[in-house]
């Protein structure tokens, strides 16, 4: 199976309301720091990582699929140009982040979410835009059929 961002980012609109948007790789792409209503989120796949064949019959094979992928989280005060308020204001929105994430299992996968690694993404701006990114795994079994040539 297979992860898609979309039920990600939907599962961060449903349980996370303190976030005022959250977008996409390609939203992500073409954010600009004027444009950025904080605190937003972008949900990026980063990797898939498969492991050995566990079975092969005929023509079917499974493997688990780890796909890991990031929550590149911005926040901003504008009255603090140091970046030092949105650091303090990072701390709840990553805890309900993780909480939304790691109560949560995609479809078809084969455990919930697991945090594997933070960190600072982008230091903070002229502005005091923070990034921050938050890295989460999930596993799929992942069956291919193989196609025979006549």
Known sequence: MWLDPHDVAARLRESVPELVEVGLARDLA??????????????????????????????????????????????????????????????????AVHRALAAWKPVDANHGCRFARGALSGAPGSDGTLFWQDEFTVAFDRRTQLETNP
């Open 30 to 95: 073409t954010a600009r720091i004027e444009t950025i209503l904080p605190p937003s989120a972008w949900v990026v796949i980063l990797s898939e990582t498969a492991g050995e064949v566990r079975y092969e019959v005929c023509d079917l094979f499974e493997q688990v699929v780890t796909v890991r992928f990031a929550v590149v989280l911005g926040v901003r005060d504008i009255g603090d140009r140091t970046g030092t308020q949105a650091a303090t204001d990072l701390l709840p929105i990553r805890k």
